[in-house]
């Protein structure tokens, strides 16, 4: 009888893969350490789920990938606009509610939402996650194809760099999953002084908000939306 600690490696394997396949390091507000220390603790406590006279493997894939959904929708509706349930909602930007008739702060639950989460939003959100194919309360996954519309919007974002050296960083950060740490030593970064458990490269951080707002422009300018195939 495996137990789960005969397991970790292959676990740790499994952990890698996804990471790789979800493109996770695309994603700004992921911190993949932190949330594969999570997805060790679901396995653990759901190992007397798995039925040992079958495969480990794909047993223990379905287990992470049906976590990392779960971390990914969660965070969606953490952040999205109140108007997605509103029954005031008439389109992406409409609203039946206020004088101008788009959403805007004269309704309080959007002034709210734009004071306390709309900062984070733009920052966390790597897609533009809009009700004009989304509900609420539908699968996310079901209605677009992530890795398309991933695709899209880095090459869109690196054709606008016209800096090789960030087109490089940019690469190696959201494209290839390399960790702030790695691309620090390649590019020759220095770490922030501090007594931070986590370095710090200002020069990094300075470049990712350059990323940031050249997201932004690309997701107002062009159609990144890859819709799944039926």
């Not at 493109?23 to 594969?36: E, G, K």
Request: hydrophobic share 30%; net charge negative; proline share 4%.
């Amino acid at each position: 009888m495996d137990e789960f600690e005969d397991k970790i490696d292959e676990i740790d394997q499994l952990l890698k893969s996804n990471r790789d396949k979800w493109r996770l390091d695309s994603i700004t507000w992921i911190d993949y350490d932190d949330i594969s220390q999570l997805i060790r603790l679901h396995i653990y406590n759901q190992w007397s789920k798995w039925d040992q006279s079958r495969p480990f493997g794909p047993w223990c894939n379905t287990v992470i990938s049906n976590q990392i959904t779960n971390k990914i929708r969660d965070n969606y509706r953490r952040f999205a606009k109140p108007c997605l349930g509103c029954p005031h909602y008439v389109s992406e930007t409409g609203c039946a509610l206020t004088g101008s008739k788009v959403q805007d702060s004269s309704c309080p639950d959007y002034a709210k939402w734009e004071k306390k989460k709309k900062p984070m939003h733009d920052i966390k959100m790597p897609l533009p996650l809009e009700p004009s194919f989304v509900d609420v309360s539908t699968d996310i996954f079901d209605e677009f194809d992530f890795f398309k519309s991933s695709d899209n919007l880095h090459e869109q974002i690196l054709q606008r760099l016209k800096n090789d050296k960030h087109q490089r960083i940019y690469q190696l950060l959201f494209v290839e999953g390399s960790s702030e740490a790695e691309v620090a030593e390649e590019m020759g970064f220095k770490r922030e002084a501090g007594n931070r458990k986590a370095p710090r490269y200002k020069q990094l951080d300075n470049i990712k908000s350059k990323f940031v707002e050249i997201a932004k422009k690309v997701l107002q300018e062009n159609e990144i939306i890859e819709s799944r195939e039926k």
